[in-house]
């Protein structure tokens, strides 16, 4: 098993560009979740999936749009970068509540020039 | 408030010294509270959860209600526990998780 991947590793774009980071995991699992880790600021939720066909916002959504496209797969959106969203961006998924274990992608970095 | 505090950025201990990561929370009502752990050039993966009152790796984490706090100890550190360490805390949503901003920790030998 694979667990959760994520695509791509690094990326670089400039102020107005959009991109979609992908998400999929292959632990059968209801719940995704894609987090921001910045410097000194630990991981901080932007959204989140409680089971398919639901969204809620995190902590810090503004500026991303998400998509549950199924059971497997959680894309994350961001329709005009910023120099603010350059981070690494994690997803995670578990199975069932935030109470169970969530496993975590290898993460992609962004930066927005 | 549903937060999390980690009041050390960076800890360095030596090898076989005993370690303890600061965690205190804010939550009204009865926390749900974790440690994550990110090795270099890992993902970061669950080291263990206070419900489940484990030892992980020779680590253990008790909650204090009457401080508010969930530290993590561990009597004698190893080298290989040299990792970035998150206390989590799971919000009234019952999915999302609050972490603090981190503690790195280094054993040195």
């Known amino acids: 098993n694979a667990g959760v991947t994520q695509t791509p590793k690094f990326q670089v774009l400039k102020t107005g560009q959009s991109m979609t980071l992908q998400c999929a995991q292959d632990m059968n699992h209801n719940s995704m979740y894609w987090y921001r880790q910045d410097p000194g600021m630990g991981l901080r939720l932007i959204y989140y999936s409680a089971s398919e066909g639901t969204t809620d916002k995190g902590e810090v959504p503004n500026g991303y749009n998400v998509s549950r496209l199924n059971k497997r797969e959680f894309s994350l959106r961001l329709e005009s970068a910023a120099p603010s969203q350059t981070s690494v961006y994690f997803c995670?998924?578990?199975?069932?509540?935030?109470?169970?274990?969530?496993?975590f992608g290898p993460g992609t970095r962004l930066t927005v020039l | 408030a549903q937060r999390v505090t980690q009041p050390e950025k960076l800890l360095s201990v030596f090898k076989g010294a005993p370690v303890e990561l600061k965690c205190n929370y804010s939550?009204?009502?009865?926390?749900?509270l974790f440690w994550y752990v990110q090795y270099s050039r890992q993902r970061l993966q669950l080291l263990l959860r206070h419900i489940s009152r484990e030892s992980i790796k020779g680590f253990t984490a008790d909650l204090n209600k009457g401080e508010t706090s969930f530290h993590l100890k561990k009597p004698f550190a190893q080298e290989e526990d040299s990792a970035m360490y998150y206390c989590?805390?799971?919000?009234?949503?019952?999915?999302?998780?609050?972490f603090g901003k981190g503690t790195s920790l280094l054993v040195t030998p």
């Open positions: 989590a805390l799971l919000t009234n949503s019952g999915y999302a998780l609050n």
């Open positions: 995670a998924s578990s199975d069932g509540t935030g109470v169970n274990e969530q496993f």
């Open positions: 939550y009204s009502g009865s926390p749900e």
